[in-house]
């Protein structure tokens, strides 16, 4: 399992369809847009879902994390059936954003835990902000709001930034961390 986390507009989406194109074996994605995309329409903008203000202020409520909970261990049961999945993530708790998923993947725990790699997706704020205008589809201000904050406290097996390498060479340089592991482990 690969989790990327990085602020909105880091490039994380393009990192992972090249990281899906790079791997010889077939790997499933997932990421926090589609978890949103699939909440009920009235959990979008409400105090108990999640809620976007006008200058990118993102802030959850207890349903929000409550699904969300179920979504991650739905995850991390597809990746102990076997499933090769990588995640596109925003940790807007920073490191209680990681704790979650290491919860749910049982690690420091039970043997047998899914083996993770931890990627943090770093771009410069201007540059993500630039990209964010660009899309069009996000409220201005959400990724000068994200860059840092996601990052806080959270621990990484490899880092990439995106501010001035392409996605195509952050993907490759995950694949080969994802190679060398896999040999040095099997």
Not at 131 to 155: C, K, N, T
Not at 178 to 184: C, F, G, I
Request: aromatic share 4%; charged share 25%; hydrophobic share 45%.
């Amino acid at each position: 399992m690969v989790i990327l986390n990085g602020g909105s507009s880091s490039g994380k989406s393009e990192i992972v369809r090249c990281l899906q194109a790079e791997l010889p074996e077939p790997w499933l994605a997932f990421g926090c847009d589609s978890f949103v995309d699939a909440l009920p329409a009235r959990m979008r903008e409400s105090d108990a879902g999640i809620a976007i203000t006008t200058n990118g202020e993102v802030s959850i409520g207890a349903d929000f994390l409550a699904l969300e909970a179920a979504w991650r261990e739905g995850v991390v049961a597809m990746v102990r059936a076997g499933a090769r999945v990588v995640i596109d993530d925003v940790f807007l708790g920073g490191a209680a954003s990681q704790q979650r998923w290491r919860k749910a993947l049982g690690e420091g725990g039970a043997l047998g835990e899914p083996a993770v790699l931890w990627v943090g997706v770093r771009c410069e704020t201007a540059v993500a902000a630039r990209r964010e205008v660009a899309r069009g589809d996000r409220a201005l201000g959400m990724a000068a709001a994200q860059a840092a904050v996601v990052h806080e406290g959270v621990v990484y097996d490899l880092e990439v930034d995106t501010s001035r390498t392409e996605s195509l060479a952050c993907a490759r340089t995950i694949a080969a961390r994802l190679h060398d592991d896999e040999a040095r482990i099997g």
